[in-house]
C-alpha cells in the first residue's frame, strides 16, 4: 500500500519532470523567455483593436455605434487575410523597385517561414506581432471617415491603402534595407510606429476627412457622443495594450524592455495629467473626454520615442503633447474641417512631434553609440535631421497616396454615403441592425 501511495505521488511530479525535458528539446535554440514576452505582447497590440472600436464606438451618435465599430474590427480579418498573403513579404522583404517595397516569395502566404527562427525567436510570432500593427492602423483612419461612408467602399479603401502606403512605409522604417532604416549614422528613430502607424493614418485621416467633407449638419448640429462609458472604457484598453506595442517592439525581454515600458507609462500619465490642467484652468472642470484624450496624447508621443529617452523626457513629451494636441482639437473647429474622431488632431499631430522632440532628450549612451557608428560625433542636431527628413516623406507619401486612393474609390464604388442614408444611420441602412436594440437620435 505504502508503495502505491508512494507512486501515486510522485506519479504527477515524474510526469511533469519528464515532460519538461521533453519541452526543452523540442525547443532547442528558442530564447523561452523572449518569445514568451512576445506572444503576449502580440496579444496586446489585437488587444486594442476592440479598444480603438469601444472608443470611436462611444464617440459617435446612437445611428452610428455599430457600424464606426465595425470599421475597427473589419480590419482584423481583411488585413489579418492580406498580411499572410503578401503584407509580410512586402513590408519586410528585400529592396525592388529601388528600395520602394519589399519582395521575398518565402514570405508570401508565410510559406518559407514554418521552421525560421529569428533571434532565438520564432519568426511566425515576429509575424504576427507585426500583422497586429498592419491591422489598428487603418483602423485608426475610420475616425476621420466616420458616419458617412458606404461600408464596402471603406473595407476597399483600407486594402488599397495598407498595400499601397502602409506596407511601403513598413519597409522604409523597419526592413533591414529600408532606406530611412539605413538614413545617418543610426537610421531614424521609430521604435513602435510614430511614422509607420500614427504619423501616415493621421495625415491620411485628414486627407481623408477633407476629400469626403463634412457630415450631414456640421457644425450646426449637436452631435453628442452616444456612450462616454464605453469610450473611456476603449482608452483603458489602449492604455493596456500600448505596454505590448511598445515594449513589445524591442523584441526581448530585458532591460530595453522595461526601459521602452516605463517610457510609455509615464508620457501617458503626464498626457492624461496634463489635459485635466489645461481643461481646469480654462473650463474649471475636468472632462472625461479630455482625461481620455490627454492617455492617447501621451501615448502617442512617445511611441517612436520610447526605446531613447529617460523618465524626464517621457514626462514633458507627454505634456508637450497634450498642449499640442488641445489646441490642434481647437483648431479644428475654427478651420471648419470635419475629422470626425479627431484621428489627425490627436495621432498625427501628437505623433509628428514625438518623432522630432525625441531629438532633445535621447540618452548620452546611445548618442555614444552612434557616434562611434558614424565615426564622428552624433549630436541630438544631427538625429534631428534624420528625424525631419523621415517625417516629411511619410507626410508627402502618406498625403499623396490617400489622395489618390480616395479618388479611386469615390470614382468606381462611391464612397461618400448617400444623404438619405446618412441621415437614416450606419447601422440601420447598412448593417440593418440597432446597436441598442431600439431606434434613437
Request: with cysteine; hydrophobic share 50%.
Amino acid at each position: 500500500m505504502k508503495k502505491i501511495t508512494a507512486t501515486a505521488c510522485l506519479g504527477p511530479f515524474l510526469w511533469m519532470l519528464s515532460s519538461g525535458i521533453v519541452f526543452a528539446a523540442d525547443n532547442a535554440g528558442t530564447d523561452t523567455g523572449t518569445t514568451a514576452w512576445m506572444l503576449t505582447s502580440t496579444a496586446l497590440v489585437l488587444l486594442m483593436v476592440p479598444g480603438l472600436a469601444m472608443f470611436y464606438g462611444g464617440l459617435v451618435r446612437t445611428k452610428n455605434v455599430l457600424g464606426t465599430m465595425m470599421h475597427s474590427f473589419v480590419a482584423m480579418a481583411i488585413i489579418g487575410v492580406l498580411w499572410a498573403v503578401c503584407g509580410y513579404g512586402l513590408a519586410f522583404g528585400k529592396n525592388v523597385l529601388g528600395g520602394f517595397i519589399g519582395w521575398n516569395k518565402d514570405y508570401f502566404f508565410l510559406k518559407g517561414i514554418d521552421d525560421a527562427m529569428v533571434n532565438g525567436v520564432p519568426e511566425y510570432v515576429l509575424a504576427m506581432f507585426q500583422g497586429k500593427f498592419a491591422i489598428i492602423t487603418p483602423a485608426l483612419i475610420s475616425g476621420a471617415l466616420a458616419e458617412r461612408v458606404y461600408f464596402r467602399s471603406y473595407c476597399i479603401f483600407i486594402s488599397l491603402w495598407f498595400l499601397l502606403i502602409y506596407c511601403p512605409l513598413c519597409h522604409w522604417v523597419w526592413a533591414p534595407d529600408g532606406w530611412l532604416f539605413n538614413a545617418g549614422a543610426a537610421g531614424v528613430i521609430d521604435l513602435a510606429g510614430g511614422l509607420v502607424i500614427h504619423v501616415s493614418a493621421g495625415v491620411s485621416a485628414l486627407v481623408v476627412a477633407l476629400y469626403l467633407g463634412k457630415r450631414e449638419g456640421f457644425p450646426k448640429t449637436t452631435m453628442q457622443p452616444n456612450n462616454l462609458v464605453m469610450t473611456m472604457m476603449g482608452a483603458g484598453l489602449l492604455w493596456v495594450g500600448w505596454f505590448g506595442f511598445n515594449a513589445g517592439s524591442t523584441v526581448q525581454s530585458g532591460l530595453a524592455t522595461a526601459r521602452a515600458l516605463t517610457m510609455t507609462q509615464l508620457s501617458a500619465a503626464s498626457g492624461a495629467l496634463t489635459w485635466i490642467i489645461i481643461e481646469a484652468v480654462i473650463y474649471r472642470k475636468a472632462t472625461s473626454l479630455g482625461f481620455a484624450s490627454g492617455i492617447l496624447a501621451g501615448l502617442v508621443v512617445i511611441t517612436p520615442a520610447a526605446g531613447v529617452v529617460k523618465p524626464y523626457g517621457a514626462l514633458i513629451l507627454g505634456a508637450c503633447s497634450s498642449v499640442a494636441c488641445y489646441y490642434a482639437l481647437s483648431a479644428k473647429l475654427k478651420l471648419g474641417y470635419d475629422d470626425s474622431l479627431d484621428c489627425f488632431g490627436i495621432h498625427g499631430v501628437g505623433s509628428g512631434l514625438g518623432v522630432l522632440l525625441l531629438s532633445f532628450f535621447i540618452r548620452e549612451s546611445w548618442l555614444k553609440d552612434a557616434s562611434a557608428t558614424a565615426g564622428s560625433d552624433w549630436t541630438m542636431f544631427s538625429q534631428f535631421f534624420i528625424q525631419a527628413k523621415g517625417l516629411g516623406a511619410t507626410i508627402a507619401f502618406a498625403a499623396l497616396g490617400t489622395l489618390c486612393i480616395c479618388f479611386i474609390v469615390e470614382k468606381l464604388f462611391r464612397f461618400r454615403l448617400d444623404r438619405e442614408k446618412e441621415l437614416t444611420g450606419l447601422d440601420q441602412s447598412l448593417h440593418g441592425e440597432h446597436g441598442y436594440g431600439m431606434l434613437q437620435p
